[in-house]
């Protein structure tokens, strides 16, 4: 992460979690497909998990920064 705070840690894929991540990837592909829907996974260059902003108990953020030339407006998320 380029940005490290002292929260921040900056961690190191194994290639046992690439190989996780890759094994959970091509699933989700496959349940998105089965529903007729077609999808592209993008290449993810840094993420990151950040408190929200408001109350101590507020909920997490998960900030992803793909590698891509589409816009926000182009990528959809959905809520996990």
Request: hydrophobic share 35%; aromatic share 4%; glycine share 4%.
């Amino acid at each position: 992460m380029a940005d490290e705070t002292p929260s921040q840690q900056a961690v190191e894929l194994t290639d046992e979690l690439r190989g996780w991540i890759n094994e959970q990837l091509s699933i989700e592909v496959k349940r998105i497909e089965s529903m007729g829907s077609k999808c592209l996974p993008i290449p993810v260059f840094d993420f990151c998990t950040e408190a929200a902003d408001g109350p101590a108990d507020s909920s997490l953020v998960h900030v992803i920064t793909a590698k891509t030339k589409y816009g926000e407006t182009e990528v959809v998320t959905a809520p996990t």
